[in-house]
């Protein structure tokens, strides 16, 4: 332990070994002792070398250290001295690193969470043989070796994934000792070797809610030095950055927000935004997330500043710059359009876009501050009616009131506030004139003379001021704001040609397109008259009222074919690419109304005086200047300094779009243009022609679209019918099985009245005579009943043979045999029934005598006997019996007539179904022969189309091989597919 000693801070007793060689031995004291404390007084002892002996230390444990991790994490305190030197190894961070140092020198091994991670490197010193191990401070090369140095061990450390798998299963250690070295020893490799360390924990499970965690301890100095990791963390990887959304990470950063005091919290809060920036930028995902969470209605407690009387702390203005970038982030231009005004409207309705303008009229707030307010509020209400319309609804709380906007075109236009402001002020009102007319038209009404107020200053005097101050900057910032006031709007265009200004006494006044070409003429700085000339080209594109107004000027053409054909300087060359398409605009929307400046004799003009090359050559310059694709990248002007301030970003689309097509139209020749004016003539002619096709042909859709419902109505209602017929043939069967039932059952009842009446018996002696009787009277009972069968089968046969009559096979109801045969039938059958009756008339006389009979027996064998009188009493109930059972049969034929007369009825009604169904077939084979028709109609008049399309490619061929740009009919395409759906359809 004697070397352990010295060193620890013993006092040397001898020649001491190098550091080399002391570092050797802890290494193979940390690989070979058995006993734990030893082991941990090595790693303690190599902990203080790391510093001075970065290299050596680096090169010789690490894989000792490695191993004290992997076997030996029961002990938290050898696992803290291990995870301290290696961050000491990686670390980049020297001022740091010697303030440990010095701590451990002194014997101290107790961890301050106050470090700075800031702080540059120092002299380490020279070591005992004589080598220094660092570079000073200021000696940048010694820095960036120490760098790479620290990226080096990094990249060997990593290439074991293990071994960031272990540190991040060390970070589930409470202890203060392991977790906090830990913590920062994962945000040092990640410092080195991001991607590489991103990779590694992206894969590994739980790796990412293990490192969320941090922000839940309880200990600031681990959860602040975990905030830093997670910043390092989440950088340019979208995927780890979905997973830290999704873990919960925003309310945990919220919540530290509003613990810390919002804007007015310390350093922890900068942090918390910087890692939100780094979710939510250019990550969509996340921020839909942030906003369905409802998070964006937390944010507005943030900008409320208090009393502006207290002051402003470096720390507060960096948290609410940050605060304000956040928002930005959630609306920026970039975004998806859906995504940004969903935002807007959420900012909205939350309050927090009333908060920024609250601040943005607030006094007191510094420069920074407040121009960072007004680009946010810029791209909150960029594109959004409603937002659009509450800005203009802002007054600054001045004496009197003033909106909003004119305070800060007064800010714009004066040339004492910062250049960075101005700009700021520019933005915001192209904001809020972006995609919004109604307020361009409240701009623009400012200006006319029936609504100018002189006792108040407008937002259109304001601009006219800055138009024609001695500031260029003025100048230019006017110029594109009044532009802003004219795109896409055709309507303002022409409202603004009515501007008349008074430019001296006793002088008429002139109007303000006169006036801006006059201020062109006067030769003034470089920035004004791009300014000018980026308005002219605004205001008079695609209005060819302004055009005419431009022209009727006799001097306006002579200055502009002077100015491009010039040899001028470098700077100048950009007013002569705007010139050139100031001409160009002129030439391309020219009515023909000035007989002096037709399309033709301007391109003639530019051919003798420029050269068709030439022109072509400067307008083509515009879109080569360097400024010009700095402006084209976004909307928001981003100047370093107010000699870059040339162009707009509204203007850059207008000259990319403007410049193919003017350079066609000075190309083509009068032969040309009459030719194309010809091809004009002819295709509006077979538009005509096309639109009455087509309005023929959607008449036709009509009509067939209207039959095919009435087909469709038909088809229901026979199929209604067809249920209702099933319905009713099913109904009557089941009549008919009732029917039958009822007729079996009647049958049944007679046999056992029968079967009952041979069954009695007479108690005691009966005569002979008696018995014969009886035998007699049942006989006749038979005879009666197979007479009444006998008759209910005539009767059925008869009322067949009727219902026949009345309703004869189809094809021989007029047949007269057939119904000669039936009388004669029907006449023979009458026959039969009257012999019938009669029969049955004689035997019921037969059975009255035999009954008398019967009783005179009875009566004369024994007056007082039982046995006769119960015999008499028998017959009696058998002739009650009998006359029942006569009755209904009476009873169900009359039930038999009224089945009949109800299948007659039905028959009737299925005969009046077939013939309706009859007349709906003729029906539907009228509506499909005229259908056929409209069919063959309709093929010819596809036909037609046909030959008219082969004329119309024929037309577009030529004025294609003329150089003229053909724009394809996509409606008239459309329009034809739909028609061949129609026809597959109706095929």
């Given at each position: 332990m004697n070397f352990l000693r010295g060193v620890m801070g013993g006092q040397p007793t001898g020649p001491q070994p190098s550091g080399a060689e002391t570092i050797q031995k802890l290494c193979d004291r940390v690989a070979s002792s058995t006993l734990l404390e030893d082991r941990r007084d090595a790693v303690r002892a190599l902990k203080a070398l790391s510093k001075k002996y970065r290299l050596e230390v680096a090169s010789q444990a690490m894989s000792h250290l490695i191993h004290i991790l992997q076997t030996d994490s029961s002990d938290s305190e050898i696992i803290g001295y291990t995870l301290d030197t290696l961050y000491n190894i990686f670390?980049?961070?020297?001022?740091?690193?010697?303030?440990?140092?010095?701590?451990?020198?002194?014997?101290?091994?107790?961890?301050?969470?106050?470090?700075?991670?800031?702080?540059?490197?120092?002299?380490?010193?020279?070591?005992?043989?004589?080598?220094?191990?660092?570079?000073?401070?200021?000696?940048?090369?010694?820095?960036?070796?120490?760098?790479?140095?620290?990226?080096?061990?990094?990249?060997?450390?990593?290439?074991?994934?293990?071994?960031?798998?272990?540190?991040?299963?060390?970070?589930?250690?409470?202890?203060?000792?392991?977790?906090?070295?830990?913590?920062?020893?994962?945000?040092?490799?990640?410092?080195?070797?991001?991607?590489?360390?991103?990779?590694?924990?992206?894969?590994?499970?739980?790796?990412?809610?293990?490192?969320?965690?941090?922000?839940?301890?309880?200990?600031?100095?681990?959860?602040?030095?975990?905030?830093?990791?997670?910043?390092?963390?989440?950088?340019?990887?979208?995927?780890?950055?979905?997973?830290?959304?999704?873990?919960?990470?925003?309310?945990?950063?919220?919540?530290?927000?509003?613990?810390?005091?919002?804007?007015?919290?310390?350093?922890?809060?900068?942090?918390c935004l910087l890692l939100l920036l780094n979710l939510l930028k250019n990550n969509s995902s996340n921020q839909n997330f942030f906003k369905e969470g409802s998070y964006i209605q937390r944010m507005k407690p943030w900008f409320e500043v208090g009393d502006e009387n207290l002051g402003w702390s470096a720390q507060k203005v960096t948290n609410l710059h940050l605060m304000l970038q956040l928002v930005r982030v959630m609306v920026s231009p970039v975004n998806p359009p859906g995504a940004t005004s969903s935002c807007q409207k959420s900012m909205y309705h939350c309050g927090l876009l009333q908060q920024l303008c609250t601040i943005l009229m607030a006094t007191g707030v510094p420069a920074d501050i407040l121009t960072e307010t007004i680009n946010t509020v810029s791209e909150v209400i960029r594109g959004s009616q409603v937002n659009q319309d509450y800005f203009a609804s802002v007054n600054a709380p001045s004496n009197p009131p003033r909106p909003a906007?004119?305070?800060?075109?007064?800010?714009?236009?004066?040339?004492?506030?910062?250049?960075?402001?101005?700009?700021?002020?520019?933005?915001?009102?192209?904001?809020?004139?972006?995609?919004?007319?109604?307020?361009?038209?409240?701009?623009?009404?400012?200006?006319?003379?029936?609504?100018?107020?002189?006792?108040?200053?407008?937002?259109?005097?304001?601009?006219?001021?800055?138009?024609?101050?001695?500031?260029?900057?003025?100048?230019?910032?006017?110029?594109?704001?009044?532009?802003?006031?004219?795109?896409?709007?055709?309507?303002?265009?022409?409202?603004?040609?009515?501007?008349?200004?008074?430019?001296?006494?006793?002088?008429?006044?002139?109007?303000?397109?006169?006036?801006?070409?006059?201020?062109?003429?006067?030769?003034?700085?470089?920035?004004?008259?791009?300014?000018?000339?980026?308005?002219?080209?605004?205001?008079?594109?695609?209005?060819?009222?302004?055009?005419?107004?431009?022209?009727?000027?006799?001097?306006?053409?002579?200055?502009?074919?002077?100015?491009?054909?010039?040899?001028?300087?470098?700077?100048?060359?950009?007013?002569?690419?705007?010139?050139?398409?100031?001409?160009?605009?002129?030439?391309?929307?020219?009515?023909?109304?000035?007989?002096?400046?037709t399309k033709e004799k301007l391109k003639q003009l530019i051919e003798k005086r420029i050269g068709k090359e030439n022109f072509v050559e400067k307008l083509g310059s515009i879109c080569k200047h360097e400024l010009y694709s700095r402006a084209a990248q976004k909307p928001q002007p981003v100047f370093s300094s107010p000699d870059q301030m040339l162009f707009d970003h509204e203007f850059t689309k207008l000259v990319k779009e403007l410049e193919a097509v003017i350079t066609k139209a000075v190309h083509k020749s009068s032969e040309e243009e009459k030719k194309e004016e010809e091809v004009k003539k002819t295709l509006e002619q077979h538009d005509s022609i096309v639109t009455q096709y087509k309005e023929l042909i959607r008449e036709q859709d009509t009509q067939i679209n209207e039959l095919k419902t009435q087909v469709s109505s038909m088809k229901t209602q026979n199929e209604q019918l067809q249920a209702s017929l099933t319905q009713q043939l099913s109904q009557l069967q089941q009549h008919k099985d009732q029917y039958n039932v009822l007729k079996l059952k009647l049958g049944k009842d007679s046999q056992q009245h029968d079967a009952h009446g041979e069954g009695a018996q007479v108690n005691g002696v009966q005569s002979e005579e008696l018995s014969r009787l009886w035998e007699e009277l049942e006989e006749l009972k038979k005879q009666h009943g197979v007479l009444q069968g006998q008759l209910t089968e005539k009767d059925s046969l008869i009322e067949k043979m009727k219902s026949e009559g009345a309703h004869p096979v189809e094809g021989t109801a007029g047949s007269s045999e057939n119904n000669s045969e039936l009388q004669k039938e029907l006449e023979t059958l009458r026959a039969q029934v009257q012999s019938q009756s009669a029969e049955i008339s004689q035997l019921q006389a037969e059975r009255q005598e035999l009954l008398k009979k019967a009783e005179t027996l009875g009566m004369a064998s024994a007056p007082g006997n039982a046995d006769g009188s119960a015999a008499a009493a028998k017959i009696t109930e058998l002739e009650k019996r009998l006359s029942e059972v006569t009755a209904e049969t009476e009873k169900i034929k009359e039930e038999g007539k009224i089945w009949s007369n109800l299948k007659v009825d039905l028959e009737q009604q299925v005969a009046t179904a077939n013939s309706s169904v009859a007349i709906l077939q003729n029906e539907k084979s009228k509506l499909q022969q005229e259908v056929a028709e409209s069919k063959k109609e309709q093929d010819d008049l596809l036909m037609l189309l046909a030959d008219q399309d082969q004329k119309i490619k024929s037309l577009k061929e030529k004025l294609k091989e003329l150089g003229e740009p053909i724009e394809e009919d996509d409606d008239l395409d459309t329009r034809d597919q739909y028609d061949d759906e129609d026809d597959e359809d109706d095929d």
């Open positions: 670390s980049n961070d020297e001022e740091e690193e010697q303030d440990e140092s010095e701590e451990s020198s002194h014997g101290s091994e107790e961890i301050h969470p106050g470090l700075n991670f800031h702080l540059i490197l120092t002299d380490g010193g020279p070591s005992s043989s004589g080598k220094q191990s660092s570079k000073p401070a200021h000696d940048e090369n010694g820095q960036k070796q120490a760098d790479d140095l620290g990226c080096q061990f990094t990249e060997i450390f990593i290439k074991e994934p293990e071994n960031v798998t272990l540190l991040l299963s060390l970070l589930e250690e409470f202890d203060f000792h392991v977790r906090w070295p830990g913590v920062k020893l994962l945000t040092a490799l990640l410092k080195n070797q991001c991607s590489q360390v991103q990779a590694v924990i992206l894969v590994s499970p739980m790796g990412v809610s293990r490192l969320m965690d941090l922000l839940a301890d309880t200990r600031e100095v681990i959860r602040n030095d975990g905030l830093l990791l997670l910043q390092h963390l989440t950088k340019c990887n979208a995927a780890i950055q979905k997973i830290v959304a999704f873990e919960n990470a925003f309310e945990r950063l919220l919540d530290i927000i509003t613990e810390e005091g919002n804007s007015d919290g310390g350093i922890v809060v900068e942090d906007i004119v305070v800060l075109l007064m800010s714009m236009v004066n040339e004492r506030q910062p250049f960075v402001l101005r700009c700021a002020v520019l933005y915001c009102f192209q904001c809020f004139l972006y995609k919004n007319q109604k307020g361009q038209g409240e701009i623009v009404a400012t200006l006319l003379p029936s609504t100018i107020d002189a006792n108040s200053i407008s937002a259109g005097q304001l601009l006219c001021g800055g138009l024609f101050s001695t500031d260029s900057v003025s100048n230019w910032c006017a110029a594109v704001a009044l532009a802003h006031a004219l795109q896409d709007n055709m309507t303002q265009k022409e409202q603004l040609l009515r501007v008349q200004l008074a430019t001296s006494l006793g002088n008429p006044p002139v109007s303000l397109l006169q006036q801006c070409t006059n201020i062109l003429s006067q030769g003034s700085k470089v920035q004004t008259r791009v300014g000018l000339l980026m308005l002219l080209c605004t205001w008079i594109n695609n209005c060819p009222i302004a055009v005419t107004h431009f022209l009727h000027n006799q001097a306006n053409i002579p200055f502009l074919t002077g100015q491009i054909s010039e040899n001028l300087e470098e700077d100048e060359q950009l007013v002569q690419g705007l010139c050139a398409l100031l001409l160009g605009i002129c030439i391309y929307y020219n009515d023909n109304s000035l007989e002096n400046y």
